[in-house]
């Protein structure tokens, strides 16, 4: 991508998967993103667990739901579409008992980081962590925020303007394109 700005409007969220691997390249600079973010008081209590067995993935897969907007049928991964890579995203709650900042701001330094390399994701809160948490090994002082799932697009993602207040579901067009409603810039951003 030539300037931020392109990255960040094409950078959205993929739910189908080529079943190609990704480099390990391209997975410690999604990693070295994660670890540059900031972080409240600089306390850094975030830490990953990556998940690239095909094996593995599919287990973690098994935990997860996807795109709450529409019928499983839909919004689901078939067969074959499947992500590549799960980065489960664990909180450390000696260091901070509150971290929702700054689990955000680094999935979004490590989901920009592997849109740059055609890399595509979906951050799943939408799982469950407690049998999650038992396969990372999680101790208590440890809690899953997310878990993000990686691979390369089979589809595009596109967004366009909320035409209706309160129509903020996405869905899907006729090629199976995912089409993401935005509210304009000026309903959302006010001048004192």
Not at 1 to 12: A, H, P, S, V
Not at 77 to 103: K, M, S, W, Y
Not at 122 to 141: P, V, W
Not at 154 to 169: A, G, L, N, Y
Request: glycine share 6%.
């Amino acid at each position: 991508m030539d300037n931020l700005m392109d990255l960040l409007k094409t950078r959205r969220t993929y739910r189908r998967f080529e079943q190609k691997e990704i480099s390990q390249e391209i997975i410690d600079e999604i990693l070295e993103a994660a670890r540059l973010a900031s972080s409240a008081a600089n306390k850094q209590p975030l830490s990953y667990i990556v998940v690239k067995d095909a094996g593995k993935v599919e287990d973690v897969f098994v935990y997860t739901k996807w795109a709450g907007a529409l019928p499983p049928e839909q919004g689901q991964p078939r067969e074959g579409e499947h992500p590549v890579l799960f980065i489960a995203v664990v909180e450390n709650l000696d260091i901070n008992q509150n971290c929702d900042t700054d689990a955000g701001l680094a999935i979004s330094n490590m989901t920009l980081a592997a849109w740059n390399r055609g890399v595509g994701s979906c951050m799943i809160g939408a799982c469950n962590k407690a049998a999650l948490a038992e396969m990372f090994g999680l101790t208590e002082n440890q809690v899953l925020h997310t878990v993000v799932a990686f691979g390369y697009p089979t589809h595009e993602s596109h967004v366009v303007d909320v035409e209706e207040k309160d129509q903020f579901k996405y869905y899907l067009d006729e090629k199976r394109d995912y089409v993401v409603p935005k509210r304009k810039l000026s309903d959302v951003v006010r001048y004192l």
